[in-house]
């Protein structure tokens, strides 16, 4: 299981969510319009969650369905940084 960010992060991105990660698995480049989350190192604490300004976070099993995209956005950035 993991964390996801989703729609509420896009072009609010500021950034509140990497300050607490405990294990620095949140990412995104300038040029992306929100944050991704690494589903292979997320911890599952839930901090990100809870300070979140908008409410972008959540557990994948909690996840809306209209959210359900986000699962593939979020792995396939760190995918593709892999290359
Ligand atoms: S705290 Fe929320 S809005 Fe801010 S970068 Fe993280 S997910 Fe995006
Ligand atoms: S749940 Fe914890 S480990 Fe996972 S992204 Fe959020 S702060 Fe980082």
Not at 30 to 41: A, C, K, V, Y
């Amino acid at each position: 299981m993991t964390y996801v960010i989703t729609e509420p992060c896009i072009d609010v991105k500021d950034g509140t969510c990497v300050d607490v990660c405990p294990v620095d698995c949140i990412a995104g480049e300038d040029t992306d319009r929100q944050l991704f989350i690494d589903p292979e190192r997320c911890v599952d604490c839930d901090l990100c969650l809870t300070v979140c300004p908008v409410d972008a976070i959540y557990r994948e099993e909690h996840l809306p369905a209209q959210y359900l995209p986000f699962v593939a956005i979020n792995r396939d950035y760190f995918q593709r940084k892999e290359g």
